[in-house]
Antibody, heavy 120, light 110 residues
Framework: QLQLQESGPGLVKPSETLSLACAVS??????????WGWIRQPPGKGLEWIGT???????SYNPSLKSRVTISVDTSKNQFFLRLSSVTAADTAIYYC????????????WGQGTLVTVSS | QSALTQPASVSGSPGQSITISCTGT?????????VSWYQQHPGKAPKLIIY???KRPSGVSDRFSGSKSGNTASLTISGLQTEDEAEYYC??????????FGGGTKLTVL
């Protein structure tokens, strides 16, 4: 069974870039069986899909974040990554890494989430 | 791409049934049988409970069921139990490899 674990700074300054990693265990990020993605949840609010990287390397992003988001994979580390540039306080949230099975559009496995606060 | 619409809260007594609606548009819920539902207890990561409108992952109670009519999907929980008290979110494919969530519904078991 896949397990996901987010890591990264818990505090980011406004206008800087938020960078998170998701370590995958119980499987390989290079497999063609899964796609890898990120979802966030501002404190006390709902879920927001950020984006997905498909096993092909293609990506899809939430249109509202597309200009600021990059999702990538490092097969040598068995990790995938989120970069969100030009952050503001509105980007303060719990960030979850997730998986989608091939050719599906639901999130079967979730990391525990990591809180990122944007503040000077 | 606008968030799907869910009621902010619903409530029910143990043993009763409740239904949570999730209303989208003809560009998302109405066009694809790709609606999923997630249960989230406080301080925990969401858990998949329904996918592709009405399918249940292994290990999820058959008290949870899903359906769809037009632009509205629904989650029904029968035989309410105290442990069902949680936040519930719907999610739909919205075309062009994008997804959209609902705003969430807080279920209170009285």
């Amino acid at each position: 069974q896949l397990q996901l674990q987010e890591s990264g700074p818990g505090l980011v300054k406004p206008s800087e870039t938020l960078s998170l990693a998701c370590a995958v265990s119980g499987g390989s990020v290079s497999t063609s069986s899964f796609h890898w993605g990120w979802i966030r949840q501002p404190p006390g609010k709902g879920l927001e899909w950020i984006g997905t990287i498909f096993y092909t390397g293609n990506t899809s992003y939430n249109p509202s974040l597309k200009s600021r988001v990059t999702i990538s994979v490092d097969t040598s580390k068995n990790q995938f990554f989120l970069r969100l540039s030009s952050v503001t306080a509105a980007d303060t949230a719990i960030y979850y890494c997730v998986t989608q099975q091939l050719a599906t559009y639901y999130f079967q496995y979730w990391g525990q989430g990591t809180l990122v606060t944007v503040s000077s | 791409q606008s968030a799907l619409t869910q009621p902010a809260s619903v409530s029910g007594s143990p043993g009763q049934s409740i239904t949570i609606s999730c209303t989208g548009t003809s560009s998302d819920v109405g066009s694809y049988n790709l609606v999923s539902w997630y249960q989230q207890h406080p301080g925990k990561a969401p858990k998949l409970i329904i996918y592709e409108v009405k399918k249940r992952p292994s290990g999820v109670s058959d008290r949870f069921s899903g359906s769809k009519s037009g632009n509205t999907a629904s989650l029904t929980i029968s035989g309410l139990q105290t442990e069902d008290e949680a936040e519930y979110y719907c999610c739909s494919y919205a075309g062009s490899s994008t997804l959209v969530f609902g705003g969430g519904t807080k279920l209170t078991v009285l």
